[in-house]
């Protein structure tokens, strides 16, 4: 127990808990007892809850540019951007290693970055060369991170397989755990799906037994909806269904999109997770500029976990012309501010600029990032001390 002459152990604890990851990554040299303290499994708990609750909304976006040196290490580029003030962080550019990378894929491109999926301040990606693909995790606040091994059935038959993943965190186990769809092209119509588990305490993956009704992943929100289930959005050849899987006991369940009637025949549906609750943003949009100023979108909420009749529509906003093309979110802020990500239209330069949304005043502020031809990706983030138990460093400049 950490405590000194003057303050008992306990109230020590409540204050450091309220300090940032990189105060307390300093404070680990202070002395053993207080490493041993902030290292330990509890107060990792303790302080990510508690900033969780307290600390604002956060995007991770990503850069879209992967630059591989001559010696296969990968580069990328971060900026961290505040959903209070809208001001972004300086770029933070992150350099890693990759496992058993062929050097027939080092010269070649194109190369590219995914941000998958953040739970508890670790973020989830995947850097792509032609079929090669590797997953990775990393913790910006704590600068670690981990390169994961590519699984089996990755390797079986890499050119049919498109993947898909989620990252979860298991409470009974305190473990963090990758789930990964393995779409195999059996034939041009047919996709039979693998599913498989990587878990961070083991650095290895292993196949579940389940047989899914779905055949390919439309969207996903990219955080899980509670620290055991995740959820995507999937389908059939044409129908969507929501797939949940249950972390701990390995369930999946399915359930029905809210019924939206008679919608515009380009909408598309993108899960999220709004103030703690499954949602479902229908977009509709158009090629034609004619017919721009109908672009907008519907939020629908699911108010009780499984249950159809529970969806409500929340929201619907009508977007204009100026908005359109295509449009696409990132996630919710805690305040309620929906965060966009859009395409601005041919007429301007087909520049791609990210934006907040603010659903109450139906408002709009851009960020700083203009990247024409490049979609922007990001994902909702905030800090944490969680580990991932690797020796690579992520090196920020």
């Known amino acids: 127990m950490v405590s000194s002459e003057y303050l008992p152990g306990d ?3 409540q204050i450091i808990i309220c300090l940032p990851v990189k105060s307390l990554l300093r404070f680990k040299s202070v002395c053993k007892s207080w490493r041993s303290l902030i290292e330990s499994s509890r107060f990792v708990t303790q302080h990510c809850h508690y900033h969780q609750k307290m600390d604002s909304e956060k995007i991770i976006v990503k850069h879209p540019y992967v630059r591989i040196d001559e010696l296969g290490r990968c580069n990328l580029d971060f900026s961290i951007v505040s959903a209070d003030n809208f001001e ?50 990393w913790n910006p606040a704590t ?5 994961l091994p590519e699984s ?8 049919e397989v498109t993947v898909y993943v989620g990252l979860v965190f298991d409470v009974k186990t305190d473990d963090y755990k990758v789930v990964k ?14 599913v498989e588990i990587y878990s961070l305490s083991t650095d290895s993956w292993r ?19 509670r620290d055991e289930i995740y959820c995507w959005l999937g389908g059939l050849d044409d129908p969507c269904l929501i797939v949940s899987f249950d972390i701990h006991n390995e369930v999946f369940q399915t359930m029905s999109v809210p019924d939206l009637g008679q919608t515009n025949p380009s909408a598309t549906l993108e899960l999220a997770i709004l103030k703690g609750k499954i949602a479902c943003i229908c977009w509709s949009y158009s090629w034609e500029i004619e017919e721009t100023e109908n672009c907008g979108f519907n939020i629908w909420v699911l108010n009780e976990y499984m249950v159809k009749d529970s969806w409500t529509q929340l929201y ?6 100026q908005y359109c093309f295509w449009t696409s979110s990132i996630g919710f802020s805690q305040n309620g501010i929906f965060i966009l990500h859009h395409k601005q239209c041919v007429c301007d330069d087909n520049t791609h600029k990210l934006c907040f949304w603010d659903l109450a005043t139906a408002e709009i502020k851009y960020l700083p990032f203009e990247l024409p031809q490049i979609d922007l990706e990001g994902v909702q983030y905030k800090e944490s001390l969680v580990s991932i138990n690797s020796t690579n460093v992520a090196f920020v400049s």
Request: positive net charge; aromatic residues 10%; proline residues 6%.
């Open 207 to 225: 196949p579940i037994d389940v047989d899914l009704p779905i055949s390919y992943i439309a969207s996903d929100p990219k955080i899980p909806y």
């Open 316 to 321: 619907t906003i009508r977007l204009g012309s």
């Open 143 to 147: 600068k670690q991170i981990r390169i």
């Open 152 to 159: 089996p059935i990755s390797l079986l038959r890499r050119r």
């Open 88 to 137: 972004a962080s300086a770029r933070i550019g992150v350099c890693c290693v990759l496992r058993n990378m062929s050097s027939e894929w080092i010269s070649k491109a194109p190369y590219f970055n995914e941000v998958l999926s953040c739970c508890n301040g670790v973020i989830c990606q995947q850097i792509c060369f032609g079929y090669e693909r590797h997953v990775w995790l």
């Open 181 to 194: 769809f393995n779409f195999e092209n059996i034939s041009y119509v047919t996709k039979k799906c693998r």
């Open 11 to 13: 109230l020590v604890i």
